[in-house]
């Protein structure tokens, strides 16, 4: 992965964290990570805890941030909140799955789109 990419990734992930905290969200994760992958940000909604995949792009050449979220991918978030859940010992009433796109311009700031219950 080239700088640019990683610095566009972890310029996205701070903008999605603010947007959470500014939503009332709590966040009490970020980038979570077990031999089995890594949690973007994990937080709180009232009494729901959101396991969150953030997707940053600075262009639409590759599509929707969204799109990038594949199957697999799901299958393992999935497997990686169980793991999550039972290592933390936290025990919600309800989870979520949620993504955040984030579109980084070229100048100013970025777009955050909060996709609640994404899959």
Same mark, same amino acid.
């Given at each position: 992965m080239t700088m640019t990419r990683l610095?566009?990734?972890a310029y996205?992930?701070?903008c999605a964290v603010r947007h959470l905290i500014e939503a009332e969200m709590r966040v009490v994760a970020r980038n979570w990570r077990c031999d089995q992958g890594e949690i973007d940000i994990i937080a709180?909604?009232?009494d729901v805890l959101a396991f969150c995949e953030v997707k940053s792009r600075?262009? @639409?050449a590759y599509g929707w941030? @969204?799109?990038a979220v594949t199957a697999a991918k799901v299958r393992r978030l999935r497997r990686l909140a169980l793991r999550w859940l039972r290592e933390s010992g936290t025990h919600p009433r309800e989870i979520r799955f949620d993504v955040l796109e984030v579109y980084v311009a070229r100048t100013g @700031?970025?777009?955050v789109e909060h996709i609640r219950a994404a899959f």
């Open positions: 610095a566009v990734g996205g992930e701070r709180w909604e009232r600075r262009g @639409g941030p @969204g799109e @700031g970025a777009l």
